[in-house]
């Protein structure tokens, strides 16, 4: 893919523009590289999240539309990242309030020991276009896992798919040594975001010794962006870790709305941190709940919220 097509598959004229973009390459000196990585953002006014480590780089960050069609093209003339694909949202201004450019052991993890972790250029999943991924949907004998935590799949998930109670990436090996004999004699599909993380959760599952396993090519984003897919049967929204927090995934009559307000049932795609600073839990609570309840899980948050503060 070369820059100018990649640039191009922005849908909308946008003054700034949302990038989301990963590759799995070896960095002889991630150190150096967060260092001289943080200057081309900062030179460009980037703001995002970025992870870099000796396996490679994963990234989300926003800015104006000729900064971010600008750091594409330096990071396509680099032969670290040249392959890179950068899946692209217009915007009408930032989605991040600032840069963070983190240095990592790993840029995704599993938790587990550098001599069983998972390298997704030597053992992954078969991709699946999102044409592929869509038909294989409708297979029988077909198990859908969602590899992202429980708090991302409330908000939206493909249409019967298994979504793990899990709150971290690195419950996935503990969960799959659970529930392995549920997976048996399956076609096994996995999908995430944006595509990094079924590089390792795929490649887990075939070190458990199952054969039959794939990824959906870039993520459910890359998905929702196909022409022939467009989105279909993923159910809600898709959660993002920036200010939008979710975003259309599903372009077709198949859509719907599958997160519910917690005190009144009635549909809510918008997510909300209860106020109970020591609670903080990500929940859903439409317009006029929150006018009578307030922003909080339930009775017990909004009463410690109310309680005096404490003197030191």
Not at 22 to 49: M, Q, T
Not at 199 to 228: A, H, M, T
Not at 256 to 264: A, D, E, G, V
Request: proline share 5%; charged share 30%; glycine share 8%.
């Amino acid at each position: 893919m070369n820059t100018e097509s990649t640039i191009q598959s922005a849908t909308v004229a946008a003054p700034f523009q949302v990038l989301l973009y990963y590759r799995y390459v070896p960095i002889e000196d991630p150190a150096a590289y967060v260092k001289s990585h943080r200057e081309l953002c900062e030179n460009l006014n980037l703001r995002g999240r970025i992870i870099i480590g000796k396996e490679g780089i994963n990234g989300t960050v926003s800015g104006a539309t000729e900064e971010t069609n600008r750091y594409i093209e330096e990071m396509k003339a680099s032969p670290l990242t040249s392959e890179m694909e950068f899946k692209i949202d217009p915007s009408d201004d930032h989605v991040f309030p600032k840069l963070s450019i983190k240095l990592r052991t790993e840029i995704v993890s599993l938790g587990l020991e550098d001599e069983s972790d998972i390298n997704p250029n030597e053992t992954t999943g078969e991709r699946l276009s999102p044409r592929e991924f869509y038909e294989a949907m409708q297979e029988d004998d077909v198990i859908i896992i969602d590899g992202r935590n429980d708090y991302e799949a409330a908000l939206g998930h493909f249409k019967d798919a298994v979504c793990p109670d899990i709150g971290n990436f690195r419950e996935f090996p503990d969960w799959l040594k659970k529930n392995a004999e549920e997976l048996k004699g399956k076609k096994i599909l996995t999908y995430c975001t944006g595509g990094i993380r079924c590089e390792k959760l795929s490649g887990l599952i075939r070190n458990e010794g199952f054969e039959d396993v794939y990824q959906l090519d870039g993520g459910i984003v890359k998905y929702s962006k196909d022409p022939e897919v467009q989105g279909r049967d993923f159910d809600g929204l898709c959660y993002v870790f920036d200010q939008r927090v979710g975003v259309e995934v599903n372009h077709t009559e198949t859509r719907k709305i599958i997160s519910h307000c917690r005190y009144c049932g009635e549909e809510e795609p918008h997510f909300g941190n209860c106020k109970w600073p020591d609670c903080n839990e990500q929940i859903f609570v439409c317009p006029s709940c929150r006018e009578e309840h307030g922003l909080f899980c339930g009775e017990s948050c909004r009463e410690e919220a109310a309680k005096p503060a404490q003197a030191d």
